[in-house]
């Protein structure tokens, strides 16, 4: 069955559009000539037309049934100037043993149906619609969004090149998937991971120069030798040793010594005083052994600062070096302090050495610098084997950068791996789940199809188009139409004519009325039939627009009657029509057709009302679970009170015609009797403008140049159409019809 119906950018209806909601298995649209009921029939008819792009239909289970519309179209199609007509296939000579096998196979493939809207319903659940997500679309994105947020988002600073190609969420969470089943990199800690990152993303690394390490020893070995702690001093056993040692002024005389010259004066005093023998005990005094530690002393110094000056320019240059390398493997930071800790160490070595050549009787002792030359080796081991890594990651950039993005794959779907189980397993038994509802739902589909062939030829062997010439015919003799009747085309196979009783071909010739009430019958028999004999039996529903046009009352009864038997079926479960809906402008049709038994049955479940209106050149549906109309009169009444609803052209008319029929046909009112009725002359005057533009409003032709009145206007005019009521004593009327009395009550309650 058709659910809803949304009419958009059409004809008279609005860009924003309005939408027949919640359609039943009885629909009624009551609407004016011009309201747009036949857009709506023409809709239905021919939805694919590119006129009603914006429009749709909506189906109860998506199920589309076959649709048969009477409109002004369909009469226009079936009843042109070719005086032949496509015959209808009804069940003809069955037995009712073959009724009974076809019924029941009907009831059959109607089970076969509902289970397979379950079946459908339960898989779109899963899988999804156009308007819903399925459990299978919930859960992926449910995964997506945790792959993105627990992953992308926490590592794409630091490995955003290895993401090149996956930076949408979809595509990131297949490449989890994907690289959860066919990774088989071996997994690296993330410290390792980023120190590659490092190297290998952004720019093309280029290949580092390996430190070379210094030779320490020979300093370090100077530094420890015993000559540092002994006193170097003279011979004990010559005559000037004994005042020398006790003065302890033995560096002081070795230092004046080297200030003697060739001849007898002193350097100090500059007398006389230097003997021949002075000289030879000053030479024993400081003999050979003296001589030779104070030369190795010296050589040690210089030795020592050769070393130092080599070593220092070599670490400085390091330092420099590496402090202008981006990359550097070198923890510069430590080196330099280790370094500036060294050189001070050294500096004070080399003031040491200075005091021991100058004093060397004094016991001293170097500061050992292994233990920071040992910590700065250390630093450049570590860096060179750091920058031998990344030598060989430059020599194999490709290789690596590839084994790099592998490992940190690896490294994420490690670090997601009970999610992904999680993902997997419940996707999996989605999957199967969906795969057994597919497969019982295409066998459905196919039990369904075969079973419908089935009937289809079991209607081809006992359908014929004689059982609706005779129904057509016997119709029309009840109801009066004797001068023509149905017969076969004698020119082409299940085709009508319609012949007089003198044989001439009548179509040419019927009048209006005529035409229509015949195509009203062929209509009804279509209905319960169909042009094709294997499509009898198929369900289908019905849209009916205006079909009592040029009609008399006789014939309005007989064509609602028809339809009301139509509706019993419907609501009985009879038949293959599934569903009715019912559009007109004759307010006595919609009395009769949708009263059952003469009377109103007030709201029911398979029933539901609307009114279509148009204000503004734009149509609108208003819904009602009650039928809205009750007698036209009622209806003028109803139009008044839904005054916003309506258009000022639509207002005049309505009063117009309250006016006529209650003071004029049944009161025998005249305009002046009504006029006259108001005692203030002012009064009189608006009356009589009320009446004039009443008369104006109705009779004359609008055109485009009209402009709506304005609300005050319109509001002065209906107060004094309540006043003709009050000042005629008809107060109680004006009260009735428009529910007054009832808010009063409710309003003393």
């Known amino acids: 069955m058709l659910e809803n119906i949304v009419l958009k950018k059409v004809a008279t209806y609005s860009d924003e559009g309005t939408n027949i909601l919640d359609l039943k298995k009885i629909n009624f649209i009551y609407g004016s000539n011009g309201s747009g009921k036949t857009t709506v029939s023409n809709f239905i008819s021919n939805p694919t037309d590119s006129k009603f792009t914006h429009c749709s239909l909506q189906w109860k289970n998506g199920q589309y049934l076959e649709t048969i519309v009477y409109n002004k179209e369909f009469k226009e199609k079936n009843f042109n100037s070719s005086n032949s007509i496509k015959g209808v296939f009804t069940l003809g000579q069955a037995t009712d043993e073959e009724i009974k096998i076809i019924e029941e196979k009907k009831e059959e493939l109607k089970q076969i149906k509902e289970q397979e809207v379950i079946f459908k319903t339960s898989l779109d659940r899963k899988v999804g ?40 969420k979809q595509n990131f969470k297949e490449k989890i998937l994907y690289e959860y089943e066919n990774n088989g ?38 530094e420890v030798n015993k000559i540092w702690s002994m006193k170097i001093i003279g011979k004990f056993d010559v005559d000037i040793a004994n005042l020398i040692q006790r003065l302890n002024i033995n560096d002081w005389v070795a230092q004046g010594k080297e200030y003697i010259q060739d001849n007898n004066i002193c350097p100090f005093c500059q007398q006389e005083t230097i003997t021949s023998d002075f000289r030879t005990q000053l030479e024993n005094y400081f003999d050979t052994t003296f001589i030779e530690s104070i030369e190795s002393i010296k050589l040690y110094k210089q030795q020592y600062d050769l070393l130092l000056g080599n070593i220092a320019n070599q670490l400085n240059q390091i330092e ?44 001293l002792e170097l500061i050992s610098t292994k233990e920071q030359f040992d910590n700065i080796k250390a630093l450049i081991t570590t860096a060179n084997e750091n920058i031998n890594k990344h030598n060989q990651i430059v020599e194999n950039y490709q290789a690596e950068k590839t084994f790099l993005i592998s490992s940190i794959w690896k490294f994420l779907i490690h670090s997601f791996d009970v999610e992904i189980k999680e993902y997997i397993k419940n996707h999996n038994n989605l999957e199967k789940g969906i795969e057994s509802l597919t497969k019982q739902y295409k066998e459905k589909q196919e039990a369904w199809k075969k079973l419908n062939n089935e009937i289809k030829e079991l209607d ?34 299940n085709q009508y004519q319609i012949k007089r009783e003198d044989g001439s071909l009548a179509q040419e010739t019927l009048s209006e009325g005529e035409i229509t009430f015949i195509t009203f019958l062929y209509y009804y028999q279509l209905a319960k039939g169909a042009i094709s004999e294997n499509e009898v039996s198929s369900d289908r529903i019905l849209v009916i627009d205006d079909p009592i046009s040029s009609l008399d009352s006789n014939v309005l009864f007989v064509v609602s009657t028809l339809i009301k038997r139509i509706i019993d079926d419907i609501r009985e479960n009879r038949g293959n029509i599934k569903q009715l809906i019912i559009l007109t402008h004759n307010v006595y049709f919609h009395k009769e057709v949708s009263f059952i038994n003469g009377r109103d049955t007030g709201v029911r479940k398979d029933t539901h009302f609307w009114i279509l209106r148009k204000k503004n050149k734009v149509s609108t549906f208003f819904p009602y679970p009650k039928n809205p109309i009750k007698t036209s009169y009622q209806l003028l009444w109803q139009e008044l009170k839904d005054k916003e609803k309506s258009s000022a052209v639509t207002l005049q008319n309505t009063m117009r015609r309250i006016i006529e029929n209650y003071f004029k046909i049944l009161g025998n009112y005249s305009d ?50 309540k006043n003709i009521f009050k000042y005629t004593n008809h107060e109680g009327h004006y009260n009735m019809m428009m529910n007054l009395e009832e808010k009063e009550n409710n309003n003393a309650i």
């Not at 969004?145 to 992953?151: A, H, R, V, Y």
């Not at 993330?190 to 020979?218: C, H, R, W, Y």
């Not at 050294?346 to 016991?363: D, G, H, M, Q, T």
């Not at 002046?672 to 005057?685: A, G, M, S």
Request: with cysteine.
């Open 185 to 222: 990199a071996s997994l690296l800690k993330l410290d390792d991971l980023k120190d590659k990152a490092q190297t290998i993303f952004g720019e093309i690394p280029q290949k580092l120069d390996v430190i070379s390490l210094f030779d320490n020893e020979m300093l370090n070995t100077i």
């Open 320 to 363: 420099t070096t590496h402090k202008n390398i981006k990359n550097t493997k070198l923890d510069i930071e430590k080196f330099s302090i280790y370094l500036k800790t060294l050189m001070s160490q050294l500096n004070s070595n080399k003031e040491i050495l200075n005091n021991k050549i100058k004093e060397p009787s004094r016991v």
């Open 460 to 493: 081809k062997n006992i359908t014929s188009v004689q059982p609706t010439i005779a129904e057509i015919n016997k119709l029309l003799k009840f109801y009066g139409f004797l001068n023509f009747e149905i017969v076969p085309s004698d020119r082409n196979i």
């Open 129 to 168: 619609t156009d308007k819903d997500e399925g459990e299978i679309q919930v859960l992926e994105n449910k995964f997506q969004e945790s792959c993105w947020t627990d992953l992308y988002k926490k590592y794409e600073s630091t490995f955003n090149e290895a993401f090149d190609g996956v930076k949408r």
């Open 672 to 721: 002046d009797n009504l006029i006259e009725k108001f005692d203030d002359y002012e009064e009189q005057v608006i009356c009589r403008s009320l009446i004039s533009w009443i008369n104006d409003g109705s009779h004359s032709v609008s055109d485009d140049l009209y402009v709506e009145d304005q609300d005050e206007s319109m509001e002065k005019y209906l107060g004094v159409f």
